[in-house]
């Protein structure tokens, strides 16, 4: 009887994690889109600090509009609300470096630099969650890393300092993903996503006056896109951390990579170089073996 109990949780273990996946691909995707509307909205001219508030700002409007659906009660109150406010701040950073890096870096070559944030995810995810990780685990994403490390070419004359701020973003989406899973086990999702509206709209608030440009009618739209694309893409991101690992869902960042080059083709004109395809090839090596890994020894277990 033990040994068909073990089995099944097993099997129910994997289909979480397989779900979890899907929602994390399906999340990156999303985001795919939100950073091609960022990009041509700052490439347009506008200031990286409004292009971020009305990420946030619109966001929070669609979480509040559900209230009354969904009802108000506890839906402002947070078991960790100083994490909460962590986690956003960090997620705000982040997102202001990696749109200011849009205004110079095809989205391909920004989306593979900002790939070594596995390795920084796997570090706090042992430090942190006290989760286990194999050695070849290690091995795959320094593998990744690798890659990153073609893609950007320090030392060359083809390295530019913009190279630098998916570096930074890469830190900061580290530690918003290990906040989130830790947010995830206590915190209902609406009441994570109303903090990320409300903390990510007031940070930025502070200083739109400073950078505020007054939009074209026909760009209004796009705005408020950004906010519907990071509401939805955040709804996936926080019920995938509440099936599986961490660790198991930093890899699939690497699915954005197709979209980044579809997306910066159609949109931009920009084709990746061959150095960018032979580190994500790396990159995406490393994600499917970690995959692969991870399944069987699930299988095992």
Request: hydrophobic letters at 55%; glycine letters at 6%.
């Amino acid at each position: 009887m033990a040994s068909a109990d073990t089995a099944d949780s097993g099997t129910g273990d994997r289909r979480k994690a397989a779900i979890a996946i899907g929602l994390m691909i399906a999340a990156v995707s999303l985001f795919t889109v939100l950073d091609s509307t960022a990009k041509f909205l700052v490439k347009s001219g506008y200031p990286v600090i409004q292009t971020v508030w009305a990420r946030y700002f619109f966001h929070l409007l669609l979480v509040v509009a559900t209230f009354p659906v969904a009802g108000w009660k506890n839906r402002l109150r947070s078991a960790k609300p100083m994490l909460q406010v962590f986690r956003t701040l960090v997620l705000v950073c982040g997102t202001i470096m990696f749109i200011a890096a849009l205004r110079w870096l095809p989205l391909a070559d920004a989306y593979t630099i900002s790939y070594v944030s596995p390795l920084i995810v796997t570090l706090l995810a042992v430090t942190l969650l006290r989760e286990r990780v194999g050695r070849s685990h290690w091995a795959a994403i320094l593998v990744g890393l690798m890659g990153v490390a073609i893609v950007m070419r320090p030392g060359t004359a083809s390295f530019q300092w913009a190279m630098l701020l998916p570096l930074g973003m890469a830190f900061t989406w580290a530690l918003f993903q290990i906040t989130t899973r830790i947010i995830s086990q206590s915190d209902p999702p609406l009441v994570t996503l109303f903090y990320t509206g409300l903390v990510g709209s007031v940070a930025t608030g502070v200083l739109l006056p400073f950078f505020w440009v007054s939009p074209i009618l026909h760009d209004v739209p796009l705005f408020i896109a950004l906010g519907t694309l990071g509401l939805l893409s955040h709804v996936l991101l926080v019920h995938a951390y509440r099936l599986t690992k961490a660790s198991i869902l930093a890899p699939f960042t690497y699915t954005q990579l197709p979209f980044a080059v579809l997306s910066g083709y159609l949109l931009f004109a920009d084709l990746p170089a061959p150095h960018v395809l032979a580190g994500a090839s790396l990159i995406i090596a490393s994600a499917i073996f970690i995959f692969l890994k991870e399944t069987r020894s699930n299988g095992r277990r």
